[in-house]
């Protein structure tokens, strides 16, 4: 028998409906082969994907959480917020993903006439070949492009020296705000987690800013151990997660086979010491 802190769940990962290449059937397959035991789809500002991934969690004999994965702006950055256990016939929730994802395609060819002035021709339609949802044109998008044309040997190198702030192909962009995106989680039902704390540039400061404005507003989870942390990282976001009072999530983050470090359910367990965020649905 599980206890529930090593139960394997991973509540965090892309398909073809935002910037993973796999379809919601074949990851429900993946993380089945896995031994995942609670899965969350949650695609960037995106619900299409989650009657299939409902529909093939059951084929498989896993247990689904329906789930989104929210851009936000704070404080100038982009920060995401998981949204988990939704109702993904939320209208409310419909419309500000519908909002969210507005202003991708306009940003999407600002990046392209970026990249063509350092000699880069043809990205925005090159992304769009990547990209499984129109509505859903992503810097991941690009990045394969940019491989597959021989800029960069993988999607990592694009990320240092392209499409990111200071770079070629980098165009700032305003996303939803934090109050937004958790009243829009909340109003669908589900409960709203810190994706990757690891990964943001914030200042230590505007870290703790976020924390209690998230917990302020009825956030109750963070991420500890995902795919974008390493295991010191773990140690780290864990011992946020006791301070202030979250729970813990787990997820891969995982978008495609090659290019992601960190497999479906392939992660260590949440640290005991943690609430899991799962408690709450499972
Ligand atoms: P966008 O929402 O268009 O800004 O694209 C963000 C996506 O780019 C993230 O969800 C990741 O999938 C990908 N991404 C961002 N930074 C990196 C990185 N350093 N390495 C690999 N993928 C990244
Ligand atoms: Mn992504
Ligand atoms: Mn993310
Ligand atoms: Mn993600």
Request: hydrophobic share 40%.
């Amino acid at each position: 028998m599980n206890t529930p802190s090593v139960l394997n769940a991973d509540l965090h990962c892309h398909s073809v409906v935002s910037d993973g290449t796999l379809s919601p059937e074949a990851l429900a397959e993946r993380a089945q082969l896995n031994g995942v035991q609670l899965w969350s789809l949650t695609d960037h500002d995106e619900l299409g994907g989650q009657v299939r991934a409902q529909a093939a969690a059951a084929q498989c004999g896993i247990d689904y959480v329906a789930g989104v994965e929210i851009s936000i702006t704070w404080l100038d950055h982009t920060v995401h917020i998981v949204g988990l256990g939704i109702d993904p016939t939320d209208l409310g929730l419909i419309e500000g993903l519908r909002q969210t994802r507005d202003g991708r395609r306009n940003r999407a060819q600002a990046m392209a006439e970026q990249l063509a002035k350092v000699g880069i021709a043809g990205s925005f339609e090159g992304a769009q070949l990547y990209a499984g949802n129109p509505e859903l044109i992503s810097r991941t998008h690009f990045a394969r492009f940019l491989v597959e044309q021989g800029f960069c040997r993988d999607t990592e190198t694009v990320f240092k020296n392209y499409l990111v702030a200071g770079k070629p192909g980098y165009v700032q962009h305003r996303w939803a705000t934090l109050e937004n995106a958790v009243h829009w989680i909340r109003s669908a039902g589900g409960v709203a987690v810190i994706a990757h704390p690891g990964r943001y540039h914030l200042t230590p400061l505007q870290m703790t800013e976020l924390y209690a404005r998230f917990k302020d507003l009825g956030g109750l989870g963070i991420e500890v151990v995902t795919g974008s942390h390493s295991p010191d990282q773990y140690q780290t976001y864990a011992k946020i997660a006791i301070d202030y009072g979250f729970m813990g999530s787990r997820g891969s983050d995982f978008h495609d086979p090659r290019e992601s470090h960190t497999d479906l359910g392939l992660l260590p367990n949440l640290p005991s010491s943690l609430k899991p965020i799962w408690s709450l649905f499972h």
